[in-house]
């Protein structure tokens, strides 16, 4: 059996607001593992980004513990996190954080550049995922000039561009129409397959989730493996 690449265990998080404690997560348990698609769905203020947060890094439980490939990051300092940010996962945003001063070249290759890989190399890879996904004829553009679809497939090749063996995409579709939607989707799965990454998608759209190998609903502070043939049952 191949080994997780990362393991949540009993994590939870509060916020504290007002002198009131705010239970956001009450004890999440996953196991991911390497190559594998999942997506968590889940009403709007469960949690599920600050579920991924957490994943990444960017935010740390209250309690529990994260594992990424069988270290734990809660106990790191910042320089572990930073490198493990930098060079473990792909963020991708429902607001895709693009800098609007910067062409869409430099934008996919600024994470490239920060982690101090060589920019003839950056360039040429990416060359081959913007020719891939359609944008090459933009990539001189700033991306005040593209539409909201060609902006989502910028901050993808961006998040994947250094192969990173975790993604995770909070709502990369969510401000996009229903054909751009899946235009975005499509070309994510298929740039993914290549990477290998393990990739954690949350979403509202269930077509989106039906397509990932596991569907994970957060509810109440937990996390619950669906299966696909529960879905209608619990109104999806
Ligand atoms: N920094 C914060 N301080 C206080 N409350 C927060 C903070 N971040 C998120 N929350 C609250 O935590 C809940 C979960 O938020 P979030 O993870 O964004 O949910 P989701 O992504 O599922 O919509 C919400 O009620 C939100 O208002
Ligand atoms: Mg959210």
Redesign the pocket.
């Known amino acids: 059996m191949n080994k997780p690449i990362m393991e949540l265990i009993e994590v939870k998080k509060s ?3 007002g002198g009131k404690e ?1 239970k ?1 997560l009450k004890g999440v348990n996953l196991e991911l593992f390497e190559g594998e698609k999942v997506a968590i769905i ?12 957490i994943m990444g890094a960017l935010d740390k439980p209250t309690e529990g513990k994260v594992l990424f490939r069988g270290k734990a990051l809660n106990w790191q300092d910042e320089e572990f996190l930073n490198r493990f940010r930098r060079e473990c996962v792909g963020f991708i945003f429902q607001l895709h954080y693009l800098i609007f001063e910067l062409s869409v070249m430099e934008n996919v290759i600024l994470p490239g550049l920060i982690a101090g890989k060589n920019r003839r190399e950056l360039e040429k890879k990416a060359e081959t995922l913007l020719k891939s996904l359609g944008l090459w004829d933009r990539r001189d553009s700033t991306p005040d000039l593209l539409s909201g679809g060609e902006r989502q497939r910028v901050a993808i090749i961006r998040a994947l561009i250094l192969k990173p063996p975790l993604i995770l995409a ?1 709502e990369p579709t969510g401000n996009l129409d229903p054909q751009a939607a899946k235009e975005v989707i499509d070309e994510f799965f298929y740039l993914s397959k290549e990477t290998k990454s393990t990739v954690v998608v ?1 979403t509202h759209n269930m077509d989106i989730a039906k397509k990932m190998d596991r569907i994970f609903l ?1 509810k109440n502070g937990f996390l619950v493996e669906l299966q696909k043939t529960q879905l209608k049952q619990e109104g999806f």
């Open positions: 916020y504290f607001s705010l956001i889940g009403p709007s203020g469960v949690g599920k980004t600050t579920l991924l947060n909070d949350v957060l």
